[in-house]
């Protein structure tokens, strides 16, 4: 079993900046990839940005140059700045985890949201 506990999130207002941490733990050999996705009212749950154990990147185009993910292996723990926030960046978003445990299984985590909202 792998938790996930996250922090951050909250109300800015339009051009302002936030950051959300994600640490998890339990029986983890390897994290492979963590990341958040986001979920607005209504919409399905889409990717936002994701961090590979070797550093590599993939976000969003609608968050490119604004959002920036980063990784702490040795905590099990990733960041994410997100600056210049756009109303349209509201939503509830979601950390998740692909790790490798002790028995070699692949398994993948969802922590329990967090909410932003930025308003115009």
């Known amino acids: 079993q792998v938790q996930l506990v996250e922090s951050g999130g909250g109300l800015v207002q339009t051009g302002g900046s936030l950051r959300l941490s994600c640490v998890a733990s339990g029986s983890i050999f390897n994290i492979n990839a963590m990341g958040w996705y986001r979920q607005a009212p209504g919409k399905q749950r889409d990717l936002v940005a994701a961090i590979t154990s070797g550093g590599r990147t993939n976000y969003a185009d609608s968050v490119k140059d604004r959002f920036t993910i980063s990784r702490d292996n040795a905590k099990n723990a990733a960041s994410r700045q997100m600056n210049s926030l756009k109303p349209e960046d509201t939503a509830d978003y979601y950390c998740?985890?692909?790790?490798?445990?002790?028995?070699?299984?692949?398994?993948?985590?969802w922590g329990q949201g967090t909410q932003v909202t930025v308003s115009s």
């Open positions: 998740n985890v692909n790790i490798t445990d002790f028995n070699w299984a692949i398994l993948r985590s």
